[in-house]
């Protein structure tokens, strides 16, 4: 059984640009929620996938979107990138039934 | 709004002591109150999670307190180890309300435990 996974581990984009994040669920995980993570801070609910349909979304601007696959693999894309988008970006997948969420190591972004 | 209050910041104990670390929510629909680890450069851990239907839960060393009538609840690390230096989050969600987000979880903005030897 494999864990989350996330790619790239680090990224280093310039203000105003687009990037792709990417996530692969634990096997047998149907449910996506993706979390930034600020330096020094707990994890912020950004939004949630479940059966390919964002089905929550927490304080966070349309620039941030995302999309679930088949295999319950994901994206998160964030548009016109501003320095403050600087965070470690934490995908965690479940079962869906709101327990036993398991975290990725996340995809450290840095904006410059 | 910050809905999930963590304390303390930061944390330093001898090694075999008891870091007790604690946290303070708001919203009466949390039912589910997980704690997770992080290392640095990984993403967080489940270590333990507790229902408001019991007051007290034990795995290993780690043992979480409940009090569900002043919305408060705790870590407590036993004996605790050099390698249990880390930072602590702890969460809440709801696992009854099955709208938009459900399960979401919410942080606290954790707490840097180090572990002396």
């Known amino acids: 059984e494999t864990g989350v996974t996330q790619s790239p581990t680090h990224l280093i984009k310039t203000r105003g640009q687009q990037v792709t994040l990417r996530c692969s669920s634990q096997?047998?995980?149907?449910?996506v929620s993706w979390y930034q993570q600020a330096l020094g801070q707990g994890p912020q609910f950004i939004f949630q996938?479940?059966?390919?349909?964002?089905?929550g979304r927490g304080n966070f601007p349309p620039r941030f979107s995302g999309l679930q696959f088949p295999n319950y693999s994901s994206e998160l894309n964030v548009n016109a990138l501003e320095l403050d988008d600087s965070a470690l970006y934490l995908c965690?997948?479940?079962?869906?039934?709101?327990?036993?969420?398991?975290f990725g190591s996340g995809t450290r972004l840095t904006v410059v | 709004q910050q809905q999930v209050k963590q304390s303390p910041q930061s944390l330093i104990v001898q090694k075999g002591g008891i870091p007790i670390i604690n946290c303070a929510y708001e919203?009466?629909?949390?039912?589910?109150f997980p704690w997770y680890q992080q290392f640095p450069g990984k993403g967080p851990a489940l270590l333990i999670a507790?229902?408001?239907?019991?007051s007290e839960k034990k795995e290993g060393r780690f043992t979480i307190s409940f009090n569900k009538s002043a919305k408060q609840f705790s870590l407590h690390i036993m004996d605790s180890q050099p390698g249990d230096s880390a930072t602590y989050f702890c969460?809440?969600?709801?696992?009854?309300?099955?709208?938009?987000?459900?399960?979401?979880?919410?942080f606290g903005k954790g707490t840097k435990l180090s572990v002396i030897p």
């Open positions: 965690a997948s479940s079962s869906g039934q709101g327990v036993g969420y398991t």
């Open positions: 096997s047998g995980h149907n449910t």
């Open positions: 996938y479940y059966r390919e349909e964002e089905n």
């Open positions: 919203n009466t629909a949390f039912d589910y």
């Open positions: 507790i229902r408001p239907d019991v």
């Open positions: 969460a809440a969600s709801s696992l009854t309300w099955s709208g938009a987000g459900s399960y979401q979880l919410t």
